[in-house]
């Protein structure tokens, strides 16, 4: 058995995700891989909109916190 962390994130939707871009095949490791890549992003943008949501006084995490960290973290290209 392996000792690296396998991601949370189920690697079918992933390797979709893949294949959308253009991608004919995937192999597993890209899925695996791409997956740890979203999931620490994931991580990163969760913990600013956390504090953005304490910030305003609520344990709640909104989508309008999620926005507002995804443009502080200047990655304004994954908002709509």
Not at 4 to 27: C, H, N, S
């Amino acid at each position: 058995m392996s000792n690296q962390v396998q991601p949370i994130l189920p690697l079918a939707p992933v390797e979709r995700i893949i294949r959308k871009a253009g991608a004919d095949r995937v192999a597993e490791d890209a899925g695996v891989e791409l997956a740890k890549v979203l999931e620490e992003y994931g991580i990163e943008i969760s913990r600013e909109a956390i504090t953005l949501a304490k910030h305003a006084k609520r344990t709640t995490v909104k989508e309008e916190d999620i926005r507002l960290a995804v443009a502080r973290l200047k990655r304004p290209s994954f908002t709509t």
